[in-house]
């Protein structure tokens, strides 16, 4: 058993990811949290994590021979896959893990690459991955192969490491004697920044998010506009939120000056930015943004992100960029809202 794990670990870790550990593939220990969270309705148009519940609670009846994830992280700060030609010259609006080619693809390449190296080692035993999109409790998973603890931001937060990094799993029907972390482990301690610092109150209580107020729920799931009241807060993000975990003393410890300097902006080009989302035509910012994050919400969704911020900076100078929209029958009403914050 032992030459496996060490076999493994001397695998993995030759394919640099920025940290990994081991779980038993089974009921998450937070699944109960889970249902409840659905039940609250907390998850707003998000369906699939309703159609997920039943594979999260029993992953085997979704995946019969797992036995084990082998799990991954990958920092996002530096971006580790930058597009070439990226077409802002203002990333601050920008989530850090959006500002550059898009990880269900460059990171689920590393891990599918990971899986054919393990295939190769481990011929008769089946493996296959994932992040993000499928029906795995990633931060419970991760937080079980001892990768960090939920800080009260719901991010799976480490102390060395902090929280800018993505998760990804490795499903294999290796079977390895594991020990499970002390899951009581809690480094957050008095400490309430996140939930002081964000902007919509989203964060309802410690580790429970409210995802219906999430700016990264407004700017990137949520198929219609932002509500009238939730609009203003969204502040000048076109493109998810990192607020709750830049203000994390445990990530500015570890990235220092660095993480402040991301996000400074200048208001020129701005304009220039969103002129250009407002007027340049939907196709054309498909191209442009291809493989990347950005293009999930495709051109109509960055001109309707592109027309909060608009209107929440009050950039008047863009009142014939936005003019443009008044009639459009999907982003005409938030048209006219931004001309009426001027
Ligand atoms: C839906 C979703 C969202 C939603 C809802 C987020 C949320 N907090 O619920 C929205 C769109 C708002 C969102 C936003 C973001 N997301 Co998101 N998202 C997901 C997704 C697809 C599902 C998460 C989910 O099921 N949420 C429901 C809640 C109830 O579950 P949960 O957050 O996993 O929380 C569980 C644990 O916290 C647990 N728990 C609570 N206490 C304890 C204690 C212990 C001991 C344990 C073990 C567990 C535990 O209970 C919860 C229920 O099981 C995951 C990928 C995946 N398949 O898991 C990515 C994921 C969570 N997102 C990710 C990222 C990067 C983001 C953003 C930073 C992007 C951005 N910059 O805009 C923000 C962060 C906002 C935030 N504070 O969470 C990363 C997080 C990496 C990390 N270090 O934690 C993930 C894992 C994607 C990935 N593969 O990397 N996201
Ligand atoms: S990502 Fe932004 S809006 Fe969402 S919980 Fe964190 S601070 Fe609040
Ligand atoms: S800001 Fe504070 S409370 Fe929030 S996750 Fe970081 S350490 Fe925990």
């Known amino acids: 058993m032992s030459t496996i794990l060490e076999k493994l670990n001397a695998l993995v870790r030759n394919e640099g990811f920025t940290n990994f550990g081991f779980a038993e593939v089974t009921t998450p220990f937070s699944i109960d949290l889970y249902d409840r969270w659905l039940s609250d ?78 295939a190769t080692e481990f011929p008769g035993e089946e493996f296959t991955s994932f992040t993000d999109a499928g029906p795995v409790l990633e931060r419970d998973l991760a937080a079980r192969a001892g990768l960090g603890w939920i800080g009260k931001n719901t991010c799976l937060l ?30 957050c301690g008095t400490c309430t920044r996140c939930l002081d610092a964000c902007p919509t109150g989203a964060l309802i209580e410690p580790r429970k998010l409210d995802a ?19 609009r203003s807060k969204i502040g000048s993000w076109l493109f998810g939120c990192d607020i709750c975990q830049t203000v994390c003393p445990w990530n500015i410890k570890v990235h220092g000056d660095q993480l402040s300097a991301q996000y400074q902006s200048s208001e020129e080009s701005l304009v220039e930015d969103l002129r250009y989302l407002l007027t340049a035509p939907n196709r054309q ?12 919400i495709n051109g109509i969704g960055l001109k309707r992100n592109a027309l909060v911020v608009a209107g929440n900076r009050r950039l008047a100078v863009l009142a014939p960029e936005i003019n443009r929209h008044v009639d459009h029958p999907r982003i005409g009403d938030l048209a006219r809202w931004a001309l009426s914050q001027f």
Not at 90 to 96: H, K, S
């Open 158 to 187: 480490d102390r060395s490491k902090g929280s800018l990094f993505l998760l990804g799993e490795v499903y294999s029907s290796l079977t390895l004697p594991l020990e499970l972390p002390d899951l009581s482990r809690d480094f």
């Open 41 to 118: 309705g907390l998850n707003g148009e998000m369906d699939y994590l309703e159609r997920h519940a039943e594979d999260k609670r029993n992953p085997q009846k979704f995946y019969k021979r797992a036995r084990t994830a082998i799990v991954v992280t990958q920092s996002y700060l530096p971006h580790p896959a930058p597009k070439e030609g990226w077409p802002l010259k203002d990333v601050a609006g920008v989530a850090l893990y959006a500002r550059g080619r898009d990880y269900h693809r460059f990171f689920h390449t590393r891990l599918r690459a990971l899986c054919a190296k393990l």
């Open 212 to 230: 219906r107020k999430c700016i990264s729920y407004l700017t990137i799931e949520m198929k219609d506009a932002a509500p009238p009241d939730l």
């Open 285 to 296: 910012l498909e191209r442009d943004f291809e493989a990347t994050p950005l293009a999930r």
